[in-house]
């Protein structure tokens, strides 16, 4: 009996994965020339629940490990402000390439 190859399930938001490695969200398809790098900087307590307060956004080519050029930068104050930009920018940026 042959064994399928389990594909990996990411979380997804406007249709593009993300994928989280500590204070670091990559998003967009790795397939594709660019992706956006989210950078949690602080976080701050709400309740029982910690929140970014201080994010940096990064719009970056997607060439292999060491050859990213950092295309646009900015910094907002909640992850959703932060991924509304870089949403945009991915999208903007894939649309003209």
Do not use: Q
């Not at 009996?1 to 993300?18: D, L, Q, R, S, V």
């Not at 969200?25 to 594709?32: A, N």
């Not at 949690?40 to 490990?65: F, W």
């Not at 991924?83 to 003209?96: A, K, Q």
């Amino acid at each position: 009996m042959e064994k399928k190859a389990e594909e990996k399930k990411y979380f997804t938001y406007e249709g593009k994965p993300m994928v989280r490695r500590g204070d670091v969200i990559y998003y967009g398809d790795m397939k594709e020339k660019y992706i956006v790098i989210f950078t949690i900087n602080s976080k701050k307590t709400v309740g029982d629940l910690e929140v970014a307060d201080s994010v940096t956004i990064e719009l970056s080519t997607n060439n292999g490990h060491g050859k990213e050029k950092v295309i646009r930068k900015a910094k907002r104050e909640s992850l959703y402000s932060a991924f509304d930009v870089g949403e945009f920018w991915l999208r903007d940026t894939l649309e003209n390439a």
